[in-house]
């Protein structure tokens, strides 16, 4: 198709009309090539960029310098043009194509990368990572995802290795959350004191790099025995008089001693514990109790053996937010030992925000396998969700058939439609539909611009 024919000429390169250097980090500097028609079809800043009469220095030139994105996030912007498709394969490089699709106005692109790290797992092991990646990207939907998770699972973020990965101004961003899951200021302590054991910056001097983060912690506000016993665990954290000083001003608040150090302070109280016996990574405060959508199957012994099959699933939310979490996928009887499908691909798509990913799995010798989705994907009403499931090389497996009578739960907050090739016997492996309630929706903040080219 045309698709295909336009990648075809961006990756053969041919008939180009435009170099671009890549000059951001690299050497030697990379180059790559293009069509000056095909980029400006997809993107008003490559158009002004050729076309623009106010432009003709740069229009005229057939080799432009790239100067401020990664090379990996320009090719990306690039491959998109072409493509109308991308695939990041990690987190940074997701960042780095969403300030260069922002720079050169593909807001695909951009609705694309937004969708990718909306749909990003957090847990206890990975969101310090994402929190400064947020930070310093001003990636403010991300950013607001991470502060609540930090501010409801405080104590296991603080004693993660994660968090020792931190820089020092991302800590004390943290230290001046209004909001931890933890029963005292100490323990915020605590977690300072762990993350300057383990930096090697602060291994000649400890003292001073806990320094750095005391005026962002409310000492005053801590008991005269949590102190104290702070004292005992860590004699080497405050001198005599500094613990003598606070001590006296936390056994009388009303005359604090005269020789309180500076940094010593007293706030509201933002410490509020609270239990969580959800699995790492789960938010406090929403039910993660998994439900299933059932599709009814059933056998049929007059149904041909196949070496492939494919399977769709066109899913709508009718109500509510939901998280969807994998398929069980079911076979008819029997099963050999020397069953299996070598090749199984899930496809995953959601619209509106054409959020995609893909799952590949082998299945041997099982009537019934549970797929757990990689990525998270959250859905609300309206939303409209497709699952097409590739199944290539079967070797001693049958397939069940599309029960009409006993379709789908009557129960489910989605609407269904299935569909498979081939459809002579409606065959179909999806049994059932694994999700739970979602969170809440949040409130959505405006990706910040980067400057131009």
């Known amino acids: 198709d045309i698709g295909q024919r336009l990648h075809s000429l961006f990756q053969k390169q041919l008939y180009t009309d435009v170099k671009f250097v890549l000059s951001y980090g690299v ?29 003709n220095a740069l229009s005229d030139s057939s080799e432009i310098q790239i100067n401020n994105v990664t090379s990996e996030a320009f090719r990306n912007v690039i491959e998109y043009l072409y493509t109308d498709d991308v695939i990041f394969e990690n987190d940074q490089i997701v960042v ?15 609705d694309k990368c937004e969708s990718y790290i909306e749909s990003v797992e957090l847990t206890e092991d990975n969101v310090c990572t994402k929190f400064q990646m947020a930070v310093n990207k001003g990636l403010s939907s991300l950013k607001m995802r991470c502060t609540e998770f930090i501010q409801e699972n405080t104590g296991a973020v603080l004693r993660s290795n994660d968090f020792l990965t931190l820089n020092p101004s991302i800590v004390r961003v943290i230290c001046k959350l209004e909001k931890f ?44 025995e949590e102190f104290n016993q702070f004292v005992q665990r860590k004699p080497n954290i405050f001198s ?36 969580s016996n959800g699995p790492r990574g789960e938010r406090v405060g929403y039910s993660n109790a998994s439900r299933k959508l059932v599709i009814g199957l ?11 099959l494919i399977c769709l699933l066109e899913m709508k939310c009718t109500r509510g937010y939901h998280r969807l979490q994998g ?56 939303d409209r969700i497709v699952i097409r499931i590739c199944a290539k090389g079967v070797k001693n497996y049958r397939f069940l058939q599309f029960d009409e009578r006993n379709s789908f739960s009557k129960d489910s907050p989605f609407s269904c439609v299935v569909g498979s090739v081939p459809n002579d016997y409606k065959m179909f492996i999806i049994r059932e539909v694994l999700y739970c309630d979602g969170p809440p929706p949040r409130k959505q903040y405006p990706i910040r611009k980067f400057g131009p080219c």
């Open 181 to 224: 899951n933890l029963r005292s200021e100490i323990e915020l302590l605590n977690g300072i004191v762990y993350y300057v054991e383990n930096r090697p910056e602060y291994k000649t001097n400890r003292r001073a790099g806990v320094e750095t983060f005391l005026r962002h912690i409310r000492l005053l506000n801590v008991t005269c």
């Open 327 to 382: 398929l069980k996928l079911s076979f008819d009887d029997p099963v050999y030992e020397t069953s299996v499908i070598n090749d199984c691909i899930i496809n995953v798509e959601k619209q509106p925000g054409n959020f995609k990913f893909e799952e590949y799995v082998q299945i041997e010798r099982s009537k019934d396998s549970i797929v757990r989705f990689s990525q998270r994907l959250l859905t609300k009403k309206g």
């Open 27 to 55: 050497k030697p500097k990379p180059t790559l090539m293009a069509h000056k028609a095909i980029l400006s079809i997809g993107s008003n800043k490559f158009r002004e960029m050729f076309y623009d009469k106010m432009s």
């Open 298 to 308: 059933m056998p049929n012994k007059f149904a041909p053996v196949l070496h492939d």
């Open 240 to 275: 005599a008089p500094e613990a003598a000083n606070i001590l006296m001003s936390l056994a009388n608040p009303a005359y604090p001693a005269p020789n309180l150090p500076s940094w010593c302070k007293r706030g509201s109280n933002r410490c509020n514990f609270q239990r």
């Open 96 to 110: 780095d194509t969403l300030s260069a699709a922002t720079i050169f106005q593909v807001q695909p692109l951009v």
